[in-house]
């Protein structure tokens, strides 16, 4: 426990640029503060005794604005910037070094049972504002944009944007979905297919015309000929009767 109180505590010395020493961010801190009343709560939770355990997080809901859940199981050193407005529901799980911003939810839709709330990995950032509502994962070290609300999983290593939230990078790349080089596009294809028609159309006229041509010429040269042959009965095929003009 006191090695995860101080994971916590090194967390918001490394990512938070204004935190000067120890000291300050265990008395002052609330984001730290919350976090570590939560651990304590969390203790009692899982050695069955729920009262206390909820009372403690009442407390610490009070004095510092940010309500987890005693429940809820979350990994070492988790950050809680200026924490003000976080809830993280009964059935969340956090990973390891996971940052949040003010005005988070980790929440449920109230559509679901037993597991209601979101699973972060690790190294998970979680932007200003941002609903993350579910009972869904958030891959490992994806960054979720302040003011976004998550829906459905974000697979890892993405940035996801926006209400309802769509990943815009994967690995810092634009995911397939946008590439609009490869997009199939209906209009483009039917004008392909009309095209192709229209150049076979071609050829078969232009055979047609040589052909046309062919029997004028041989009909100028001797008009006297030979009968042409046609075939009757089943036609092209070559099976039926030969007539004679
Ligand atoms: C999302 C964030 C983490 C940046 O991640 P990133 O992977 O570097 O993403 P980029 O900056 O390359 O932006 C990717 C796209 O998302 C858009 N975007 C970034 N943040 C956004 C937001 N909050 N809402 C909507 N769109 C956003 C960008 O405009 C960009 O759009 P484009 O694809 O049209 O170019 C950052 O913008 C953010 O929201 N951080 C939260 C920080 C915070 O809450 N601070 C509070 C301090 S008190």
């Not at 993280?88 to 939810?105: A, P, R, S």
């Not at 109230?110 to 994962?137: C, E, I, W, Y």
């Not at 392909?192 to 040589?210: A, D, T």
Request: aromatic share 6%; proline share 5%.
């Amino acid at each position: 426990m006191f090695d995860t109180m101080r994971a916590d505590l090194n967390a918001v010395l490394q990512r938070d640029p204004a935190a000067r020493n120890r000291m300050e961010v265990f008395f002052l801190y609330s984001g730290y503060k919350a976090v570590r009343k939560y651990r304590r709560a969390h203790w009692f939770h899982i050695h069955n005794m729920k009262f206390i355990a909820r009372w403690l997080s009442q407390r610490a809901r009070h004095k510092t604005g940010v309500e987890i859940h005693p429940g809820a199981t979350i990994g070492k050193g988790l950050v809680i910037d200026h924490g003000m407005g976080v809830v993280i529901g009964e059935t969340t799980i956090i990973g390891d070094n996971c940052l949040i911003y003010q005005n988070v939810t980790l929440g449920g839709t109230g559509k679901d049972q037993g597991k209601r709330h979101p699973t972060l990995g690790n190294n998970v950032m979680v932007g200003s504002g941002a609903k993350v509502l579910g009972p869904f994962k958030v891959g490992d070290n994806s960054r979720i944009a302040a003011g976004a609300v998550v829906l459905s999983e974000i697979p890892p290593n993405s940035t996801a944007v926006g209400v309802p939230a769509r990943v815009v990078r994967v690995n810092g790349v634009r995911p397939d979905l946008l590439d609009q080089i490869h997009y199939s596009d209906p209009v483009a294809q039917e004008l392909c297919r009309m095209h192709n028609e229209i150049q076979q159309l071609g050829l078969e006229v232009q055979y047609l015309k040589s052909e046309i041509n062919k029997n004028s010429d041989r009909h100028k040269i001797s008009p006297q000929s030979p009968a042409v042959t046609v075939p009757r009965g089943s036609g092209a095929n070559g099976k039926g009767k030969e007539d004679t003009k």
